[in-house]
C-alpha cells in the first residue's frame, strides 16, 4: 500500500575501503587476502542494504602505496558493486590517502541528509609521508569527524598509535588480524553489522549533529586457527 504523500526518500549511506597496498602486504599472502575478505563481504552488504530499505549504501575505495589513487572513484551502489583484485609494491603514503579522501567528505555529493559515513582503514604497515597532515585535513571536515571510522590492523607490524589516531574514538581499538580468517571476521563485521548500526540508529546524522553512531560489539579474535594449516598466518 503505497505511503501518504509518496516513498520516503533514501538517506545515502557512503562507505569507504582504505586500503593499504605496499610492498609488504605481497608478504604471507597478505593483500590476497584482503581481497577475497572484501569479495566475500559483498554479498553480507547487499543483505544489510537490501534488509533497510530507508538507506542507500554507496561504497568506494582508496588505495596506497607510493602515492594514494582510487580503486573505485564513483560512488557505486551495493546492489552494483563488484571487487577487483588489489596488487601490493610501493610505500606506505596513507597521510595522502587521508587527504584524497578528505576531498570526497567535503564534495557536493555528501547531502546534510546522509547518514554517517563508515570509513575502514586496513593496514600492515606505518606511514611514509606526512600522516599528521592528512588525518588533520580529514578530522577538520565535520563528515570527517562524524565518520565511523574502523583500524584494521594486519599482522604485528601495523602501527597501532597511528590506527588509533585515525579511529579518533576511545571507545574503539584497531583490530588485529593474525591470520586470513580474522581477516575475514572482521572485514565482515565492518561491512556487515557497523554498517548496520550506521544505518539504522537513532540519529538523523545531518552533518551539524554531534551524536554518534552506537557500535556493536567488536569481534574477538578467533583462538582455534593456529592448527589450521588452510588458513595463512600472517
Known amino acids: 500500500m503505497p505511503l501518504p504523500g509518496g516513498e520516503l526518500a533514501k538517506r545515502e549511506l557512503h562507505f569507504f575501503w582504505l586500503t593499504d597496498c605496499s610492498g609488504s602486504m605481497s608478504i ?29 549504501l554507496l561504497v568506494r575505495a582508496l588505495k596506497f602505496s607510493d602515492g594514494a589513487e582510487w580503486h573505485i572513484e564513483d560512488a557505486v551502489s551495493v546492489e552494483d558493486f ?28 555528501m547531502t546534510n541528509r546522509g547518514l554517517p559515513p563508515v570509513i575502514v ?16 585535513e580529514l578530522l577538520s ?19 597501532m598509535d597511528v590506527l588509533n589516531k585515525f579511529i579518533d574514538n576511545p571507545e574503539l581499538e584497531p583490530l588485529k588480524a593474525n591470520n586470513s580468517e580474522e581477516l575475514t571476521a572482521y572485514i565482515k563485521w565492518a561491512s556487515t553489522e557497523v554498517v548496520k548500526s550506521a544505518s539504522t540508529g537513532s540519529s538523523e546524522g545531518a552533518v551539524e549533529e554531534s551524536d554518534n ?22
Open 28 to 56: 604471507n599472502g597478505k593483500i590476497q587476502s584482503l581481497n577475497n575478505a572484501i569479495r566475500e563481504a559483498i554479498p553480507e552488504m547487499k543483505k544489510v542494504a537490501a534488509e533497510n530499505p530507508n538507506a542507500e
Open 82 to 109: 563488484s571487487w577487483e583484485d588489489l596488487e601490493a609494491d610501493g610505500v606506505t603514503d596513507l597521510g595522502e590517502a587521508l587527504s584524497l579522501l578528505a576531498g570526497k567528505l567535503d564534495s557536493a555529493e
Open 121 to 136: 582503514l586496513v593496514s600492515d604497515g606505518q606511514p611514509t609521508d606526512d600522516f599528521e597532515s592528512g588525518l588533520e
Open 141 to 159: 571536515l565535520p563528515w570527517g569527524q562524524k565518520a565511523v571510522k574502523i583500524a584494521i590492523a594486519i599482522g604485528d607490524d601495523a602501527d
Open 213 to 234: 553512531v552506537a557500535l556493536p560489539a567488536q569481534p574477538q579474535p578467533h583462538s582455534d586457527t593456529d592448527d589450521d594449516s588452510d588458513v595463512d598466518v600472517f
